[in-house]
Structures are given as C-alpha cells and as structure tokens.
C-alpha cells in the first residue's frame, strides 16, 4: 500500500508558475512509477506526464509539453510536478499516482492515488 499526499496547488495568474509536490508514504517508493493526472469540471481525467522508478525517463503530454517538468526524489520520497507559463486551460484538481507496473498515459494503469490539489490559473 502507498499513500500519496499533493500539495502546492493555487490561484495563480496567466503566465504565472507553481510547483505541486507529492509525498509518498508506505511501500519503497523508489520501486514505484508515478504520473500526475488532472481533471477539469465536468471533463475526463487527463493524463499529464509520468516518470519511471528510476528517473531515467520522463514524458509529458502535448498540452504541457515545454511548459511542465515531471521530477522525482526518491530520497525524500517526493515526485514533482514543475509548472511554468501557466494557462487558463490548465485550471483543474491535480492527482498525483502510483503503479509498480509499465508507466502509462491511462488512469487505469494506476494503482494507488492521491486526493488531489486544486490548480486554478486567472487570466
């Protein structure tokens, strides 16, 4: 079992950055993939980028690509999630997660959640 808790969410202003953390509690995190996930009011949750256990690889989705970084510590059993020139389209409740299998842009390739940090960009 892994928890996971985000923070760093926000109001922030067009143009504008934050950076979200996810802190892992429970098993070895370092055996763990993770992605970060975020979903707008009334609207499917979306994948936003994953990272492997190792950090050796990353990947984001074409709506953030150039903009947001994915980065972990597995030291401090943390995973990032560095958001710069924000817009308003990416208003949403940010979900960190958690697989011990193949990295993956599906939800459902997740096991293990967070409960998710309010983003909100103001234009």
């Known amino acids: 079992q892994v928890q996971l808790v985000e923070s760093g969410g926000g109001l922030v202003q067009a143009g504008g950055s934050l950076r979200l953390s996810c802190a892992a509690s429970?098993?070895?995190?370092?055996?763990?993939?993770m992605g970060w996930f975020r979903q707008a009011p009334g609207k499917e949750r979306e994948f936003v980028a994953w990272?492997?256990?190792?950090?050796?690889?990353?990947y984001c989705a074409d709506s953030v690509k150039g903009r947001f970084t994915i980065s972990r510590d597995n030291a401090k059993n943390t995973v990032y999630l560095q958001m710069n020139s924000l817009k308003p389209e990416d208003t949403a409740v940010y979900y960190c997660?958690?697989?011990?299998?193949?990295?993956?842009?599906?939800?459902?390739?997740?096991?293990?959640w967070g409960q998710g940090t309010q983003v909100t960009v103001s234009s």
């Open positions: 990272i492997t256990w190792s950090a050796g690889n990353t």
């Open positions: 997660a958690a697989t011990r299998r193949l990295v993956s842009v599906v939800a459902a390739g997740y096991d293990y």
């Open positions: 429970g098993r070895t995190f370092s055996n763990y993939a």
